[in-house]
């Protein structure tokens, strides 16, 4: 049956097609395999961003499998993932769910999707700091703020040298 | 009189101390004790010990259901001089702690009851030695797949004589139409024909090919078997399998062996290993050409054969008749889609997988024999559903799973292989493994069923399934669709089970004496059970089951005779006035009526007889009772009960 085939997988519900060479792409980077999710969803179980999540790591997973990638890449889902690794640490089959809502992310980013702000905040405060989040103060239970000073910490040392910029940038395969 | 508390089953809700102390106070009653496991050698030993310090005559255990340790504790009163048949077992466990749980008192009060009742049977007992039967040595073995063949080696290797009855041209049964079996994708007739070449030259072993049990009937020794020679047309002792007359014939019909995908002559040999090698006529499609007696060198057809019965004398019966597949066309979904279309069992994908195959091992779509790309599985067509078959066709998924890989394999790694499935079931040694490997393989899991299968002009399948992982709503068009059909007891089971009086499940195979302890075995004496006949198996269950069978059935042939129960119908003949109703209902034919000092008398054959008391019931004059269920002792049962 070598000449024209028909599509052999549909979702009907939006029309959507796998696209099995992204799919193939994005897995292969990927210590885990979503083909051997079992969908246990124990990842989901213990997901500290469960209730953020539109989709669930299981559904993340068993959508990769069947190929249906496009769909995950422009979800708002793989943002909100906190990254916490424990569906790493919890998956009876070395699944990975964190690592491949990365390999996902990375794959938004390097279509130049719209990144959370949030995260590109994030991302400037890091670079400029080499912090995720810049110094703030903090209510106690006392009721009173603290900031560093009030404790008598050293002020943090704010920006990176070029070169740890560049290091940086290295690390996270971008540039 | 001995109470058991079995630790706390009884003693938790009975209170064993106060039925004790009433049970003192019975007429008759000279020793009450109780002891936490009365079925413990010391337990035993107690009563032992009793019986000889007070020269008891009649003891009682309070305990749990006969079935479980009667043979216990009869053995222990004979070995204090005792007969074994003076024991009254009363049975507060199943019969009272275990379902009055809840109400102590009243569970109290009655254990007092059946065990007032078990002292006034016991009362009226008498001793009885149990009846010692020879046996023939020899065993018939009904069906010739797998579980028949390795049942049949093993009692052959044992020294018995074996009649092996296989209904179809050859032995092999299913695993001979198998490509490869899981987990280990063995090829199957590579395990297979090892074992069907040793069968055919043991020399202990008759085959009857091509030939059915008509008739069995138990006797003294065991079973008389009618087996019924369907005629070849072909003489085996002179056809050499050279397939010349095959070549030769005009006639073509689809192939059984080939699960209806291929065709095969009027006159065939089922399969190259096939065990007889010989050609069979399907009388119902020759024509009587008469081509094939010209080309047959050896002289070997013969259209003048008629079908004959052949009586076989044997002391134990397995029964191995294995299993069918449910058709799917049986099936509403399925119904309206007729011959030809691409929707296959996975019997059939089988024969299209093996090389001895319609298509020599290339998976290759019916309609036009092209290969398919997109292959889609659906598991449990007609299983685990109400309306057909309830049950679990337990290998369905190993099938599955195994199947799906094959095709990654002969197809390649770009094939689209998707199985829906509604769990997935692989519970065996390696299974589990070998799932895991073909999702490696990249073959597709869908937890999910489609209501609707259809199929388009252009020869592809349309199938709608909701796929409950990612919440969509699939649609999938495969070039090839493969059933996973559930499995069914074999034609004529029903038939057999009642011609041998064998207990038929809610689902129509045969019922084994007791699920967990004696699963090889039937509540009929000398008939035994292996493989898929008991309830679908895979081959390793069934090869287990089948030795498990022959183990049972040697163990009783070799030692040559089985002692019995005495248990059975007494005639008292000064009372029975020769009318024949104790005939008339009697299932086993054990109780006839005779002409003896010229007049008419019924006469029980002990052999046959199993003391199911029909007789005694239905004989108005009271002539004939059963032994340890006379009506001197039931009746003083129940007035005890009653009183």
């Given at each position: 049956?070598?000449?024209?085939?028909?599509?052999?997988?549909?979702?009907?519900?939006?029309?959507?097609?796998?696209?099995?060479?992204?799919?193939?792409?994005?897995?292969?980077?990927?210590?885990?395999?979503?083909?051997?999710?079992?969908?246990?969803?124990?990842?989901?179980?213990?997901?500290?961003?469960?209730?953020?999540?539109?989709?669930?790591?299981?559904?993340?997973?068993?959508?990769?499998?069947?190929?249906?990638?496009?769909?995950?890449?422009?979800?708002?889902?793989?943002?909100?993932?906190?990254?916490?690794?424990?569906?790493?640490?919890?998956?009876?089959?070395?699944?990975?769910?964190?690592?491949?809502?990365?390999?996902?992310?990375?794959?938004?980013?390097?279509?130049?999707?719209?990144?959370?702000?949030?995260?590109?905040?994030?991302?400037?405060?890091?670079?400029?700091?080499?912090?995720?989040?810049?110094?703030?103060?903090?209510?106690?239970?006392?009721g009173r703020s603290y900031g560093r000073e009030d404790l008598g910490l050293p002020e943090v040392r704010v920006g990176l040298s070029e070169a740890a910029v560049m290091a940086l940038m290295d690390l996270l395969g971008g540039a | 009189m001995f109470i058991?508390?079995?630790?706390?089953?009884?003693?938790?809700?009975?209170?064993?101390?106060?039925?004790?102390?009433?049970?003192?106070?019975?007429?008759?009653?000279?020793?009450?004790?109780?002891?936490?496991?009365?079925?413990?050698?010391?337990?035993?030993?107690?009563?032992?010990?009793?019986?000889?310090?007070?020269?008891?005559?009649?003891?009682?255990?309070?305990?749990?259901?006969?079935?479980?340790?009667?043979?216990?504790?009869?053995?222990?009163?004979?070995?204090?001089?005792?007969?074994?048949?003076?024991?009254?077992?009363?049975?507060?466990?199943?019969?009272?702690?275990?379902?009055?749980?809840?109400?102590?008192?009243?569970?109290?009060?009655?254990?007092?009851?059946?065990?007032?009742?078990?002292?006034?049977?016991?009362?009226?007992?008498?001793?009885?030695?149990?009846?010692?039967?020879?046996?023939?040595?020899?065993?018939?073995?009904?069906?010739?797949?797998?579980?028949?063949?390795?049942?049949?080696?093993?009692?052959?290797?044992?020294?018995?004589?074996?009649?092996?009855?296989?209904?179809?041209?050859?032995?092999?049964?299913?695993?001979?139409?198998?490509?490869?079996?899981?987990?280990?994708?063995?090829?199957?007739?590579?395990?297979?024909?090892?074992?069907?070449?040793?069968?055919?030259?043991?020399?202990?072993?008759?085959?009857?090919?091509?030939?059915?049990?008509?008739?069995?009937?138990?006797?003294?020794?065991?079973?008389?078997?009618?087996?019924?020679?369907?005629?070849?047309?072909?003489?085996?002792?002179?056809?050499?399998?050279?397939?010349?007359?095959?070549?030769?014939?005009?006639?073509?019909?689809?192939?059984?062996?080939?699960?209806?995908?291929?065709?095969?002559?009027?006159?065939?040999?089922?399969?190259?290993?096939?065990?007889?090698?010989?050609?069979?006529?399907?009388?119902?499609?020759?024509?009587?050409?008469?081509?094939?007696?010209?080309?047959?060198?050896?002289?070997?057809?013969?259209?003048?054969?008629?079908?004959?019965?052949?009586?076989?004398?044997?002391?134990?019966?397995?029964?191995?008749?294995?299993?069918?597949?449910?058709?799917?066309?049986?099936?509403?979904?399925?119904?309206?889609?007729?011959?030809?279309?691409?929707?296959?069992?996975?019997?059939?994908?089988?024969?299209?997988?093996?090389?001895?195959?319609?298509?020599?091992?290339?998976?290759?779509?019916?309609?036009?024999?092209?290969?398919?790309?997109?292959?889609?599985?659906?598991?449990?067509?007609?299983?685990?559903?109400?309306?057909?078959?309830?049950?679990?066709?337990?290998?369905?998924?190993?099938?599955?799973?195994?199947?799906?890989?094959?095709?990654?394999?002969?197809?390649?790694?770009?094939?689209?292989?998707?199985?829906?499935?509604?769990?997935?079931?692989?519970?065996?040694?390696?299974?589990?493994?070998?799932?895991?490997?073909?999702?490696?393989?990249?073959?597709?899991?869908?937890?999910?069923?489609?209501?609707?299968?259809?199929?388009?002009?252009?020869?592809?399948?349309?199938?709608?399934?909701?796929?409950?992982?990612?919440?969509?709503?699939?649609?999938?068009?495969?070039?090839?669709?493969?059933?996973?059909?559930?499995?069914?007891?074999?034609?004529?089971?029903?038939?057999?089970?009642?011609?041998?009086?064998?207990?038929?499940?809610?689902?129509?195979?045969?019922?084994?004496?007791?699920?967990?302890?004696?699963?090889?075995?039937?509540?009929?004496?000398?008939?035994?059970?292996?493989?898929?006949?008991?309830?679908?198996?895979?081959?390793?269950?069934?090869?287990?089951?089948?030795?498990?069978?022959?183990?049972?059935?040697?163990?009783?042939?070799?030692?040559?005779?089985?002692?019995?129960?005495?248990?059975?119908?007494?005639?008292?003949?000064?009372?029975?006035?020769?009318?024949?109703?104790?005939?008339?209902?009697?299932?086993?034919?054990?109780?006839?009526?005779?002409?003896?000092?010229?007049?008419?008398?019924?006469?029980?054959?002990?052999?046959?007889?199993?003391?199911?008391?029909?007789?005694?019931?239905?004989?108005?004059?009271?002539?004939?009772?059963?032994?340890?269920?006379?009506?001197?002792?039931?009746?003083?049962?129940?007035?005890?009960?009653?009183?």
């Open positions: 049956m070598a000449e024209k085939r028909p599509v052999v997988l549909t979702d009907l519900m939006s029309m959507a097609r796998p696209s099995p060479e992204l799919r193939k792409r994005i897995s292969a980077s990927l210590p885990g395999k979503a083909d051997f999710c079992l969908q246990c969803a124990r990842c989901t179980s213990g997901c500290t961003a469960m209730r953020l999540l539109e989709l669930k790591p299981h559904e993340i997973v068993a959508l990769v499998r069947l190929g249906f990638v496009e769909e995950l890449i422009s979800s708002k889902s793989i943002w909100d993932c906190a990254l916490c690794l424990k569906c790493v640490e919890k998956c009876p089959q070395e699944v990975a769910p964190a690592e491949l809502i990365m390999a996902l992310r990375n794959e938004a980013v390097a279509r130049e999707l719209e990144v959370p702000e949030r995260l590109s905040a994030m991302l400037m405060s890091i670079l400029e700091s080499g912090l995720a989040f810049g110094p703030r103060k903090r209510t106690a239970r006392d | 058991c508390h079995c630790g706390l089953n009884i003693a938790g809700v009975v209170d064993v101390e106060r039925v004790r102390e009433l049970v003192r106070g019975l007429p008759c009653v000279v020793v009450c004790e109780d002891y936490p496991y009365m079925c413990s050698e010391p337990g035993q030993a107690l009563i032992r010990e009793r019986v000889r310090e007070h020269a008891l005559d009649r003891v009682v255990v309070a305990a749990c259901s006969p079935s479980m340790h009667e043979p216990t504790f009869r053995r222990a009163i004979e070995e204090a001089g005792l007969n074994p048949y003076l024991l009254e077992m009363a049975n507060i466990r199943e019969q009272c702690s275990w379902v009055h749980a809840h109400e102590p008192e009243r569970a109290t009060e009655k254990a007092f009851e059946l065990i007032r009742m078990a002292v006034a049977k016991a009362k009226e007992l008498e001793p009885l030695e149990p009846k010692r039967l020879e046996v023939e040595r020899s065993a018939l073995i009904i069906g010739g797949g797998i579980a028949g063949i390795t049942a049949a080696l093993d009692l052959a290797d044992s020294g018995l004589q074996v009649y092996l009855v296989e209904r179809a041209p050859s032995i092999g049964g299913h695993m001979a139409m198998l490509d490869k079996t899981f987990p280990t994708l063995d090829c199957a007739a590579c395990i297979l024909t090892p074992k069907m070449v040793a069968l055919a030259k043991h020399p202990n072993v008759r085959l009857l090919t091509y030939s059915e049990v008509k008739e069995v009937r138990a006797t003294e020794g065991g079973f008389e078997v009618l087996v019924l020679r369907k005629p070849r047309f072909v003489r085996e002792d002179a056809c050499t399998g050279c397939g010349a007359c095959v070549e030769r014939c005009p006639v073509e019909v689809p192939s059984e062996f080939d699960a209806g995908l291929g065709p095969r002559k009027a006159i065939y040999i089922p399969f190259p290993q096939a065990i007889p090698k010989v050609a069979t006529i399907d009388d119902e499609h020759c024509i009587r050409c008469g081509l094939c007696e010209r080309v047959c060198e050896a002289g070997a057809i013969d259209f003048g054969q008629e079908a004959r019965e052949e009586a076989l004398k044997v002391g134990a019966i397995v029964v191995a008749t294995g299993l069918r597949l449910l058709d799917p066309r049986s099936l509403p979904e399925y119904a309206l889609l007729g011959d030809g279309t691409n929707i296959i069992t996975h019997l059939q994908l089988e024969r299209l997988l093996s090389s001895s195959g319609p298509t020599g091992g290339r998976v290759l779509r019916p309609s036009d024999g092209l290969e398919p790309r997109s292959v889609v599985f659906l598991t449990c067509v007609g299983s685990r559903d109400e309306c057909v078959n309830p049950y679990c066709c337990r290998i369905g998924c190993s099938i599955a799973v195994k199947q799906a890989l094959m095709v990654k394999e002969r197809i390649g790694e770009e094939a689209d292989v998707f199985v829906c499935f509604i769990d997935m079931r692989t519970y065996g040694r390696g299974l589990e493994e070998f799932y895991r490997r073909a999702r490696e393989a990249g073959v597709r899991f869908i937890r999910g069923s489609p209501a609707e299968v259809e199929a388009l002009p252009d020869g592809s399948i349309r199938l709608v399934v909701f796929d409950q992982a990612t919440w969509k709503l699939l649609e999938i068009r495969a070039d090839l669709l493969v059933l996973i059909a559930g499995l069914l007891p074999p034609e004529g089971l029903e038939a057999l089970a009642s011609a041998m009086k064998l207990p038929l499940g809610p689902d129509g195979f045969l019922s084994e004496a007791h699920p967990k302890l004696r699963p090889a075995e039937t509540p009929i004496r000398g008939i035994f059970l292996a493989g898929a006949c008991q309830g679908p198996k895979d081959i390793v269950e069934t090869t287990a089951h089948a030795s498990a069978a022959a183990m049972k059935a040697a163990s009783m042939l070799m030692k040559g005779y089985v002692l019995v129960e005495p248990y059975t119908a007494v005639v008292e003949e000064e009372r029975c006035r020769g009318c024949g109703r104790c005939e008339e209902v009697c299932d086993f034919g054990a109780i006839s009526v005779e002409e003896r000092d010229g007049r008419l008398i019924a006469h029980v054959n002990e052999a046959l007889c199993q003391g199911c008391g029909s007789c005694a019931v239905r004989c108005p004059t009271g002539a004939v009772t059963i032994r340890h269920f006379k009506p001197r002792q039931v009746i003083a049962q129940v007035a005890a009960a009653v009183g």
